[in-house]
C-alpha cells in the first residue's frame, strides 16, 4: 500500500489540466468575446484542441505566438500587436487576456501592458472601437484549470462590473457547467420570473446552431451591459462549495457594492437543489413553479423505484472538485456508498465539502484525496473494488481496465458524443444522472449473467 | 465588413494562374491570428510518441503532458508504455528554484517503476527559461540506471514543430549505433516516418515481406528502442511524410552511408512508385518480379470497386488543409482518382519547394496558402463551395459549422489510410461524407435552392 504522505514525485495521467485553459472557457461565454493567451503558440493550439474535441464546434484562442527574441527581451510588443489584430480582425468587443506559464516566468507585466496599449490606442483615433480588455494571472505552475476558470470570471467582475442604481436582477454564478446546464438554468430563472445575469453564459457559444456564414464569434454569451450592471444586482449566487473560504467574484460584489452574497453548493441531487430553489423562492418571493415541484416528485418516485439496483454499490468519483462534491451529495442520496472522492485540484476546502453534503447519510465517510492523478487513483481502486466509476472520459482505461462502468459526467468528454448537452444540474439533471447510473448497473450485470435474463 | 485576409498574410496566400508564384513560409506565426500552428514540444512529441518501451516524460507544467495524453492512434503491438501521460508537473516552487532535482527524482522513480528500454525527457517552454541542466540530469540517470536516457531539446517557443522534428531526430540519433548489426539481411530496411496510426505500418512491413525485405527498425510506429540501436545495419532508409524524420535520415547517411528514398504511402501512384523504386534501389530483377505481381494483385482487387465510388465522386470539388505538405501531394493525387477537383490545398509547414510542387501538381484557380487561420478557411470553404474539405481536429468544427463535409487526416484517425488497402478505406470514408443526405438541409444549402 501506498504512504499518503508521501506521495510521489511524478505525475501519470493528470486528473486536471493547466490554468489558462479553465479562463479560455469562462470568457468563451461572453457576448462579443475572443479568448487571448499571452504565450508561445503551442498552448493555445493544445487547448483549443482539447476544447473542440468536447463541445464540437469552433474555439478560437488568439495568442500573442511569442518566439525566443521576445522570451528574452519581453513580450509587450507581440501582446499590442496581438490585441490589434485581434480587435480589428475579428471585431471583438472584449479581449479577455491570460497570461501563460511562459509569460509569468519571463515576468511580463500584463496589466501594465493592456494600459500601455489603451493609451497608445487613444493617441491614435481607434479609441470608441477599443474592445473591453479584461486581464487574468494564469499560471498553471500554480492553480489547475477550475483556478484558471475561477480567476477569470473574478477578474471579469472586478474590472467591469460597476455600482449605480438598483436593479432587480439577480446574478448567478454557476462555475464551469455544460451548455445544457446553463440553459437549465435560464429555464429556472425564467419560471420564477427571475431576470437572471449568468456569467459565464456558454449555453449558445459552445453549442450553437448550424450556420449559414462562419461566425467570427459566435452568438451569445453574457451581455457586456449586463456584466457592468452586476454591482447593481439584488443578490449574488455562487455556485461551489469549495471555493468560498478565498475571495471569489460574489464576495467581492458583496463587499464592494454591497450586492448580498448567497453561496450555495453546485445544485447536483437532491438536497442540493433544494437549497438553491430555496434561495430562489426568496429572492422571487414565490413558491418553486408547479413544474419543477413536479420534477423534483418524479424524481424522488424514480429514487424509490430504483433504490434496490444501486443500494450498497460502491462509487469512485473523480474530477473536479465542486462537481465530485455535487454527485458525491447525490450518491449518498441514493444509497450508492461512495467510497473515493478524487480530484487533481487542491483547493484545501475538498473535505470539508464533501463532509458537510454526506455526513448525515453516509455510516463511513469516503476517502477524499486532493491532487491526484490516475495512477493514484488506480492503485485506490485496485483496494477499494468498486462497482462504477464517475467522472470524465480521461478515466475510461481505467474503468475498461478494472471491468467496471463509468457513467460520463463533466469535462472533458473525449470518447463518447453530446457532452456539451450533459444535464448535471437541478432535479432534471439528477433524474438523467439516475438512470445513467443505474442502467450501466444493469447492463453490467446483464452482460455479466450467463442467463440473459430480459427482465431485470 | 474588413477584409477576411490580415494584410501581412497576403504573401502566404496564392490563386493559381493570377500571378507569378512566389509564396512567402515558414515565417513566425502572426500575433493575434488564431493559427492552427502548434510548438517545438508538439512536433518532438508527434515523432518519438510512438516509441511503446520507451518512457515519455515531459519536464514542464502540466499542461504540455495532459494535452498529449494518448491522442493518437499510434498503436503497439506489444508493450505500450508509450499511452500514459509522464509529468513532472512543475510547481511554482520548481520555478523559482530550478526543476532539477524534481526531474531526477522523477526520473528514477518512473523508470523503476516501469523498467522502459530508454527514456525521453521533453524539454518545454518554462525549462528553456528557468535553464534547468536537462543533459546533466539524464546523463546521471542514465550512469544510475543503465539505460539511454535522452534530453529532448523542444522547448516550445524555439520555433514551429518542423523544429521539434529536428530535436527528435536529435535524440533518436543519439540512440542509433549502439545495438548489434550481425544476421542483418542485406536487402534490408528502415521505415522512417510511419507512425503506425490505425495499425498502417502493419499493412506497408506486410508489403515489404512479400518483397523479400527485411525491415530493422520502425520508425517510429510500433517503435522499439532496441531496433532504433541496430537501425545502423539497415541498406536503406524509406522516408515517409517531408518533415518529420528527413532529419534522421540525413544523419544517417551522413555517419553511417545509408541512402535513402523519399516515399508516400499515400494513394494507389504513391504506394506503386514507393515500392517500385525500394526494389528499383535493390536493383534485383526476382525482387522486381515481386514487387510487380504484388502491385497487380492489389490493383485487380482495388480498381473494381474504386470504379464505383469515382462514379459517384466526379466533379465533386475537395479542400486539403494539413500539417506537412508531403501529405498535400498525395491528397491531391488521390482526389484525382477519384474524379474529384481540388479547390484549396494548404499545409502548417511547407517548405518553398513544397509550395512549388502544389503549385506544379494543381489546377488553374486552385488556392494556395501556408499557416492558415479558421477565418481564412471558412471563407475559402464557402468561396469554393467545397463538398469535402481534409483537415486535422482543430479544423473539423469549422467544417462542420458551415455545413460542409470534413475528413480527418490527422494523427487522430482511427481509419488506415496508408497502401491500397487505405485507399480504398479513404475513398469509403469520402463517399460516405460527400454522399451523406445531412447537407442538404444545412442552411448554406436552404438559402442557395430558396
Ligand atoms: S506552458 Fe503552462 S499554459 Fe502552456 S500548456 Fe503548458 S501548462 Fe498550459
Ligand atoms: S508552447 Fe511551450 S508551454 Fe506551450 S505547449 Fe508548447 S512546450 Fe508547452
New interface residues.
Given amino acids: 500500500m501506498k504512504d499518503h504522505n508521501a506521495p510521489y514525485t511524478s505525475t501519470t495521467n493528470a486528473c486536471k489540466l493547466c490554468k489558462p485553459l479553465g479562463a479560455c472557457l469562462a470568457f468563451r461565454g461572453i457576448e462579443g468575446a475572443i479568448p487571448f493567451l499571452h504565450g508561445s503558440q503551442g498552448c493555445a493550439t493544445y487547448m483549443r484542441r482539447y476544447i473542440i474535441s468536447h463541445f464540437r464546434e469552433p474555439m478560437d484562442i488568439a495568442s500573442s505566438s511569442l518566439g525566443e527574441k521576445q522570451a528574452v527581451y519581453g513580450g509587450g510588443p507581440n501582446l499590442k500587436q496581438g490585441l490589434k489584430n485581434v480587435q480589428s480582425k475579428y471585431g471583438a468587443r472584449l479581449i479577455g487576456v491570460a497570461t501563460t506559464c511562459l509569460t509569468e516566468t519571463i515576468g511580463d507585466d500584463v496589466p501594465l501592458l493592456v494600459r500601455e496599449f489603451r493609451r497608445e490606442m487613444a493617441g491614435g483615433n481607434g479609441h470608441e472601437d477599443l474592445p473591453a480588455l479584461v486581464t487574468v494571472s494564469t499560471p498553471s505552475f500554480s492553480g489547475t484549470h477550475m483556478e484558471g476558470f475561477q480567476a477569470a470570471i473574478k477578474s471579469v467582475v472586478e474590472q467591469m462590473a460597476a455600482g449605480g442604481p438598483a436593479t432587480e436582477a439577480v446574478n448567478l454564478l454557476p462555475g464551469f457547467v455544460s451548455p445544457a446546464d446553463i440553459r437549465y438554468l435560464k429555464e429556472v430563472l425564467a419560471d420564477f420570473d427571475l431576470t437572471g445575469i449568468i456569467l459565464p453564459d456558454i449555453s449558445e457559444t459552445l453549442d450553437g446552431p448550424a450556420q449559414d456564414d462562419y461566425e467570427k464569434i459566435p452568438a451569445g454569451g453574457t451581455p457586456l451591459k449586463d456584466i457592468r450592471a452586476m454591482g447593481r444586482a439584488r443578490a449574488t449566487i455562487e455556485l461551489g462549495r469549495t471555493l468560498f473560504p478565498q475571495e471569489t467574484a460574489g464576495r467581492f460584489l458583496e463587499n464592494r457594492f454591497g450586492v448580498p452574497w448567497r453561496p450555495l453548493g453546485v445544485p447536483i441531487g437532491l438536497r442540493e437543489t433544494d437549497r438553491f430553489f430555496q434561495v430562489l423562492e426568496e429572492l422571487a418571493g414565490c413558491a418553486t413553479p408547479p413544474r419543477h415541484d413536479l420534477e423534483r416528485g418524479r424524481l424522488l418516485d424514480a429514487m424509490v423505484d430504483g433504490h434496490k439496483y444501486v443500494f450498497g454499490k460502491k462509487a469512485v468519483v473523480y474530477g473536479e472538485e465542486d462537481l465530485v462534491v455535487g454527485l458525491t451529495a447525490f450518491l449518498s442520496e441514493i444509497g450508492v456508498r461512495p467510497v473515493l472522492c478524487a480530484s487533481g485540484g487542491h483547493s484545501g476546502n475538498f473535505g470539508e465539502a464533501i463532509a458537510a453534503v454526506t455526513q448525515d447519510l453516509l455510516a463511513e465517510p469516503p476517502l477524499v484525496r486532493e491532487g491526484m492523478d490516475f495512477y493514484e487513483i488506480a492503485e485506490e481502486v485496485e483496494a477499494l473494488a468498486p462497482d462504477l466509476l464517475i467522472g470524465h472520459s480521461k478515466g475510461y482505461h481505467l474503468a475498461r481496465k478494472w471491468g467496471a462502468p463509468l457513467i460520463r459526467v463533466g469535462f472533458p468528454i473525449h470518447d463518447r458524443f453530446g457532452g456539451q448537452r450533459i444535464l448535471h444540474l437541478g432535479y432534471r439533471g439528477a433524474q438523467s444522472i439516475l438512470d445513467r447510473i443505474i442502467n450501466a448497473i444493469l447492463e453490467k450485470k446483464q452482460q455479466d449473467s450467463p442467463v440473459g435474463y430480459g427482465y431485470l | 465588413m474588413?477584409p477576411?485576409i490580415?494584410e501581412e498574410r497576403q504573401t502566404q496566400i496564392h490563386r493559381k494562374g493570377t500571378q507569378p508564384f512566389d509564396l512567402a513560409c515558414n515565417k513566425?506565426?502572426?500575433?493575434?491570428?488564431?493559427?492552427?500552428?502548434?510548438?517545438?514540444?508538439?512536433g518532438s512529441r508527434v515523432v518519438l510518441y510512438p516509441i511503446a518501451d520507451a518512457l515519455h516524460?515531459v519536464h514542464?507544467?502540466?499542461?504540455?503532458?495532459?494535452?498529449?495524453?494518448?491522442i493518437r492512434g499510434a498503436l503497439s503491438s506489444g508493450p505500450e508504455l508509450h499511452?500514459?501521460?509522464?509529468?513532472?508537473?512543475?510547481?511554482?516552487r520548481?520555478?523559482i528554484f530550478g526543476g532539477e532535482k524534481?526531474l531526477y527524482?522523477?526520473?528514477m522513480?518512473?523508470i523503476e517503476r516501469h523498467s522502459p528500454k530508454a527514456a525521453f525527457v521533453y524539454s518545454t517552454?518554462?525549462v528553456?527559461?528557468?535553464g534547468d541542466d536537462l543533459e546533466g540530469v539524464c546523463k546521471k540517470v542514465s550512469k544510475k540506471k543503465g539505460i539511454p536516457v535522452l534530453p529532448v531539446q523542444s522547448e516550445?517557443?524555439?520555433?514551429?514543430k518542423r523544429a521539434g522534428y529536428h530535436a527528435a531526430c536529435q535524440a533518436m540519433f543519439r540512440l542509433v549505433g549502439a545495438g548489434d548489426t550481425t544476421g542483418i539481411s542485406k536487402k534490408s530496411l528502415n521505415i522512417l516516418g510511419d507512425f503506425n496510426l490505425a495499425g498502417e505500418i502493419w499493412i506497408i512491413r506486410e508489403y515489404f515481406k512479400r518483397m523479400g525485405i527485411e525491415v530493422v527498425a520502425n520508425i517510429t510506429g510500433d517503435g522499439r528502442v532496441d531496433d532504433l540501436r541496430r537501425a545502423h545495419g539497415a541498406a536503406l532508409n524509406v522516408v515517409q511524410c517531408s518533415g518529420a524524420t528527413m532529419d534522421l535520415a540525413l544523419m544517417m547517411e551522413e555517419v553511417y552511408g545509408i541512402p535513402h528514398l523519399r516515399v508516400s504511402y499515400f494513394g494507389v501512384e504513391g504506394m506503386a512508385e514507393s515500392l517500385y523504386s525500394v526494389a528499383r534501389f535493390f536493383d534485383d530483377p526476382e525482387m522486381m518480379a515481386r514487387t510487380r505481381e504484388l502491385v497487380r494483385e492489389e490493383l485487380a482487387e482495388l480498381y473494381p470497386r474504386l470504379q464505383e465510388f469515382r462514379r459517384a465522386l466526379t466533379g465533386k470539388k475537395a479542400a486539403i488543409y494539413v500539417g506537412g505538405a508531403f501529405k498535400a501531394f498525395s491528397l491531391v493525387k488521390a482526389f484525382r482518382l477519384l474524379g474529384m477537383e481540388v479547390v484549396l490545398v494548404g499545409s502548417q509547414t511547407g517548405t518553398p519547394a513544397d509550395y512549388q510542387e502544389l503549385h506544379d501538381i494543381t489546377d488553374e484557380g486552385t488556392i494556395i496558402v501556408d499557416d492558415s487561420n479558421?477565418?481564412e478557411l471558412?471563407?475559402f470553404?464557402?468561396e469554393k463551395d467545397v463538398d469535402i474539405f481534409v483537415g486535422g481536429?482543430?479544423e473539423?468544427?469549422?467544417a462542420?459549422?458551415?455545413?460542409v463535409g470534413f475528413c480527418d487526416h490527422n494523427h487522430e484517425r482511427k481509419e488506415a489510410l496508408e497502401g491500397f488497402v487505405g485507399m480504398l478505406n479513404f475513398a469509403q470514408e469520402v463517399y460516405n461524407t460527400v454522399m451523406s443526405p445531412v447537407w442538404q438541409f444545412?442552411?448554406?444549402k436552404v438559402?442557395k435552392a430558396a
Fill in positions: 474588413e477576411v490580415f513566425d506565426s502572426l500575433a493575434g491570428a488564431v493559427s492552427q500552428r502548434a510548438c517545438v514540444f508538439c516524460l514542464g507544467p502540466i499542461g504540455c503532458a495532459a494535452y498529449t495524453w494518448d499511452r500514459l501521460s509522464f509529468s513532472t508537473d512543475l510547481q511554482e520548481d520555478v524534481k527524482r522523477a526520473l522513480e518512473l517552454c518554462i528553456g527559461l528557468i516550445g517557443f524555439k520555433g514551429n479558421p477565418l471558412s471563407s470553404l464557402k481536429v482543430k473539423r468544427p469549422i462542420y459549422k458551415l455545413g444545412v442552411p448554406r438559402r
